[in-house]
């Protein structure tokens, strides 16, 4: 294992409708928003060079905002429009995973926030039609993995994972 | 709400054995485990982080009862067409880091004058060989993402 290689500390995405992904990551999950970093010329441009189109972005507009999912960890969001339909089943980016302690109590909040959850991500068209179980590891919800999660999907579609390990998560079991 | 950390990141393989090769040689990262379909084929394989956190790999077999184009994709996997845009390691070493990648032949992009970026942080990007941009970004005394937690940062310089 490379001794520089630390962990995960940050995913991030582009937004076609900013301040909605913004609002969820803020309002509906609950991160904190730490700062942000402004536009200037050469980055706009440097997007273009790349293949964005940044009509309507200009110098001192927000570019980015970080929102902290624990110490170090973070979300980033791009206040940078995409081209294409961000079609999840069909890139190489599959979904990330956010783990809690209390899945029970998580989906508790996103259900009173009328966050739709899934058993899977949102393709395999399996939603909860009712609550999340009060009781999942009785009600045999654990996954091949021994951990609890279900699926949601911020405004542009991106798949999260909502993630408890057990006693049986080999997650946990794994650890070298 | 809270979250306890990015438990981790899942990508899918057009070309698995290319995938693993990058992760396992290029990054070192060690297989942890794998979940199975019920042929005996790997549906996900996990790679461990020293944080504890995984980078999970879908290589293209689904379970049964599920089509396999759910874990496979088709398309060219262009940044510009897609929400995500990168994921993020932590580093201690950066030079180390960019020696190292050069050693191996992976380019890696980074401040030729090593100024930190905007955020305060030093950035540098590599890419694995689905076109799925890693950043790799090692923390500065003035890194704006660690605000009151520089007591606890790692500074190799």
């Known amino acids: 294992m490379l001794n520089y290689l630390k962990g995960l500390t940050h995913v991030t995405f582009t937004c076609k409708n900013f301040p909605a992904m913004r609002a969820f990551y803020r309002d509906t999950l609950g991160l904190k928003e730490v700062f942000a970093l402004p536009y200037n010329e050469a980055i706009l441009q440097g997007f273009v060079e790349t293949g964005y189109a940044v009509d309507g972005l200009k110098p001192g507009e927000i570019w980015i905002v970080y929102l902290e999912v624990a110490p170090r960890q973070f979300v980033e969001l791009f206040n940078l429009p995409y081209h294409g339909e961000n079609d999840t089943q069909n890139e190489g980016f599959h979904h990330f995973c956010l783990r809690v302690e209390d899945i029970v109590a998580a989906a508790r909040e996103l259900e009173a926030k009328g966050v739709p959850l899934y058993n899977g991500p949102r393709w395999l068209n399996a939603p909860f039609t009712s609550p999340y179980p009060e009781n999942p590891i009785a009600e045999g919800c654990q996954g091949q993995c021994g951990s609890l999660a279900f699926y949601i999907q911020d405004p542009e579609g991106n798949e999260i994972e909502i993630m408890q390990y057990t006693t049986d998560s080999l997650q946990v079991k794994c650890r070298v | ?157």
């Open chain 2, 1 to 157: 709400m809270k979250f306890v950390e990015i438990g981790h990141i899942a990508l899918r393989a057009k070309d698995p054995a290319n995938f693993e090769k990058f992760y396992t040689e290029v990054l070192e990262l060690p297989k942890a485990f794998d979940l199975t379909t019920s042929a005996g084929k790997v549906w996900i394989r996990y790679y461990q982080l020293p944080s504890g956190q995984f980078v999970e790999v879908f290589p293209g077999d689904a379970l049964p009862g599920f089509d396999a184009k759910d874990n496979h994709y088709t398309g060219e996997n262009r940044k510009c067409n897609r929400s995500h845009f990168h994921a993020c390691f932590e580093v201690d070493a950066r030079h180390e880091a960019y020696r190292d990648m050069a050693k191996k032949g992976v380019a890696i992009s980074h401040a030729t004058n090593d100024s930190v970026g905007m955020c305060g942080s030093w950035c540098s990007f590599i890419t694995d060989p689905e076109g799925n941009e890693w950043e790799l970004m090692e923390f500065s005394p003035v890194s704006r993402q660690l605000g009151d937690q520089l007591d606890n940062m790692s500074y190799n310089g």
